[in-house]
Nanobody
Framework: QVRLVESGGGVVQAGDSLNLSCVFS????????MAWFRQAPGKEREFVAS????????YYSDSAEGRSTISRDNARNTGHLQMNDLQPEDTAAYFC??????????????????WGQGTQVTVSS
């Protein structure tokens, strides 16, 4: 059974950086595309970034483009989301997701069957 565990969230100041991690277990990680989504209180879950199984195709939301980098280490069964120049509007719970059958550009939450429990990111001004 696939399990995803996120870590790395926290309370930071505007302009700071965070590196979120997602540890995958239960199946062969390199068979799965991976993505990060976020959800703020009262809002729908929204796409942040995604990466294909091999790690050579990445996609970003408009708000994440240029400030974030998604990566993966298939040998360590781990994915990362490096976020720079964080702003108060980035405050949300961040979730990693994985699926073996998702198709590029992996931007729809409904494309993913496996989700972590989320890690909270709070950015103060």
């Amino acid at each position: 059974q696939v399990r995803l565990v996120e870590s790395g969230g926290g309370v930071v100041q505007a302009g700071d950086s965070l590196n979120l991690s997602c540890v995958f277990s239960g199946q062969t990680f390199k068979n799965y595309a991976m993505a990060w989504f976020r959800q703020a209180p009262g809002k729908e879950r929204e796409f942040v970034a995604s990466i294909n199984w091999r790690g050579d195709l990445t996609y970003y939301s408009d708000s994440a483009e240029g400030r974030s980098t998604i990566s993966r280490d298939n040998a360590r069964n781990t994915g990362h989301l490096q976020m720079n120049d964080l702003q108060p509007e980035d405050t949300a719970a961040y979730f990693c997701a994985a699926d073996a059958w998702a198709t590029a550009p992996y931007k729809q939450p409904t494309a993913f069957n496996h989700w972590g429990q989320g890690t909270q990111v709070t950015v103060s001004s």
